[in-house]
């Protein structure tokens, strides 16, 4: 199973689904209101895809978007938020890929992608 998270810096209504519309089959995602955890799906490659959004994650300007399947469009958090980024047109970050749960985050480096371009830096 594959997992996927980016997150999403002022988030629009209706932007991720407007995006995973063109990337995934049978999107079902009502991102209308993205105030509260969003849950939908997806098919892609016959398989299921689950799709979860949670706003407010670091300092509430942020929304994470966690996409998990057995199969997924993208194969690393990073081409994930490239294509996300091309898409929304706001700023997109992720992790460098090496991080694991109960590692410090202090430290910890981010792909941040925007108008600047591609660039790792801390958080905040």
Same mark, same amino acid.
């Given at each position: 199973?594959?997992?996927? !998270? ?5 988030? !629009?209504?209706?932007?991720?689904? $407007?995006?995973?519309?063109?990337? /995934?089959?049978?999107?079902? /995602?009502?991102?209308?209101?993205? =105030?509260? #955890?969003? @849950? *939908?799906?997806?098919?892609?490659? *016959?398989? $299921? ?11 509430? $300007? ?5 996409? !998990? =399947?057995?199969? /997924? ?26 991080? @694991?749960? *109960?590692?410090? #985050?202090?430290? !910890? @480096? %981010? %792909? $941040? ?6 660039? /790792?830096?801390? %958080?905040?």
């Amino acid at each position: 199973m594959q997992d996927l !998270e980016i997150y999403i810096r002022d988030l !629009e209504p209706g932007a991720v689904s $407007r995006w995973l519309k063109g990337q /995934l089959d049978e999107l079902q /995602l009502d991102d209308a209101d993205v =105030g509260s #955890v969003i @849950k *939908g799906a997806a098919v892609y490659g *016959g398989a $299921r895809v689950r799709i979860t959004l949670y706003p407010g994650a670091f300092g509430k $300007r942020f929304t994470s978007l966690v996409i !998990e =399947g057995g199969a /997924l469009p993208w194969n690393s958090d990073l081409d994930c938020a490239r294509s996300a980024w091309r898409a929304l047109d706001t700023e997109v970050r992720c992790s460098p890929g090496d991080w @694991k749960e *109960g590692d410090s #985050v202090e430290d !910890e @480096k %981010w %792909w $941040r992608l925007d108008h600047r371009g591609e660039q /790792l830096v801390a %958080w905040n």
